[in-house]
């Protein structure tokens, strides 16, 4: 089956073609370079001979696997989009657009948040009022899905171990750490929305709420130029007066830019923490996996984050960082082996195309 997947992460608007699994041509292009329906557009044209169309919605609520999408489902969809500002209204954009571009052409949305739709209750569960929860609508969700899905996938093939338990920790622009065995997610950084857990590029990751209200009490500030502020004006952005993106705080760090020094210092420890936090829901741990494009682009800080890690048995040698695709970073003879993996979102984009149109056939 030839797929065409389109993944609108937070910096990166990502298309590829995938051949029966494999992918055989893509590209990344920033937001703001062009409109969702420019840029599907432009996919369409350069490979027009495609059976399905896979879109990477971060948020699918409750949904435990991907769905043909049609008008009226992504009307539903949509409303989920005040939980995923940063994604969601350009996985509705770009559905919209294949629809006008190619109409009848089978449009599938492939959900971060399904990979965790099991999670736990401990793991799930806010410690709120059981008022606001007996719904179970106000929980954690978990997003990345797709990508935990991937490194759990090439876990398994590369350690030669059916149902690995393994630490997917997620570096792009989004960040997150997800507890992962028997081929489940049973913790998870992100929770109701994409905004808790560690630092990222533009996010805040988790701030303590009681700090919020303060904020919102004496400035005073309305509920949307709070979200504005914790979505795109925090994290390496907020700490830094940078886009955030990793390249320009590195750059400022090693110039000996004193905000930047304490940016990365804060990046780093935020997610080490998160590692130690999440190997507490395995009772062994396997692997470790980095992924996403921080892991691809900058994996020489990967020695650097793992830098107190060794209680956990976590060692990378910072020669094999520096490799290229999927590989393992640890020593020999470390209790953990460590991988560097490729992001294969657009993998498993095709697949959940794939499953998604086998179920509408049967
Ligand atoms: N072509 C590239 N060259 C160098 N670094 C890159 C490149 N693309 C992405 N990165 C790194 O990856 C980060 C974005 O990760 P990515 O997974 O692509 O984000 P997202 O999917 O959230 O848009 C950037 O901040 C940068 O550190
Ligand atoms: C969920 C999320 O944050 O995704 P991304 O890292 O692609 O922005
Ligand atoms: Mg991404």
């Excluded at 691809?296 to 956990?312: A, F, I, K, M």
Aim: a negative charge.
């Amino acid at each position: 089956m030839r797929v065409l997947t389109l993944n609108p992460g937070s910096s990166s608007l990502k298309a590829a073609l995938v051949v029966d699994g494999t992918p055989v041509g893509w590209w990344a292009s920033s937001p703001t370079d062009a409109d969702e329906g420019s840029a599907a557009a432009q996919a369409l044209a350069q490979w027009p001979t495609v059976d399905a169309v896979a879109i990477r919605f971060v948020h699918g609520g409750s949904r435990s696997g991907p769905m043909r999408v049609d008008t009226r489902a992504l009307d539903a969809l949509e409303r989920l989009s005040s939980l995923a500002p940063l994604h969601q209204p350009q996985a509705i954009a770009l559905a919209r657009a294949v629809f006008r571009l190619r109409p009848g052409l089978p449009v599938i949305a492939a959900f971060d948040t399904a990979f965790h739709a099991d999670l736990p209750r401990k793991s799930s569960q806010y410690a709120l009022p059981r008022e606001w929860t007996r719904q179970g609508r106000l929980r954690r969700y978990g997003f990345h899905g797709l990508s935990c899905r991937h490194a759990a996938r090439r876990t398994a093939e590369l350690l030669g171990v059916q149902t690995p338990q393994l630490l997917c920790c997620h570096l792009g622009a989004g960040v997150s750490v997800t507890a992962i065995r028997g081929g489940r997610s049973v913790d998870t950084s992100m929770g109701f929305t994409p905004l808790e857990g560690p630092a990222m590029a533009t996010r805040s990751g988790s701030v303590d709420p009681g700090l919020l209200l303060h904020v919102m009490r004496t400035v005073p500030m309305s509920a949307d130029d709070m979200e504005h502020t914790l979505y795109h004006h925090s994290g390496l952005a907020g700490m830094t007066g940078t886009n955030g993106d990793l390249r320009a705080v590195l750059t400022l760090e090693a110039a000996g830019d004193p905000d930047a020094v304490i940016a990365m210092e804060v990046y780093l420890h935020r997610i080490r923490r998160e590692i130690g936090a999440m190997a507490m829901s395995l009772d062994r741990l396997d692997a470790v996996v980095f992924t996403g494009g921080v892991a691809e682009y900058q994996p020489e800080l990967l020695g650097r984050l793992v830098e107190n890690l060794s209680v956990l048995g976590i060692e990378v040698d910072p020669a094999r960082c520096l490799g290229d695709g999927d590989r393992v970073i640890s020593p020999e003879d470390t209790p953990v082996t460590v991988f560097a993996l490729g992001t294969g979102e657009d993998v498993e984009l095709a697949l959940e195309a794939e499953t998604a149109l086998d179920e509408v056939q049967v």
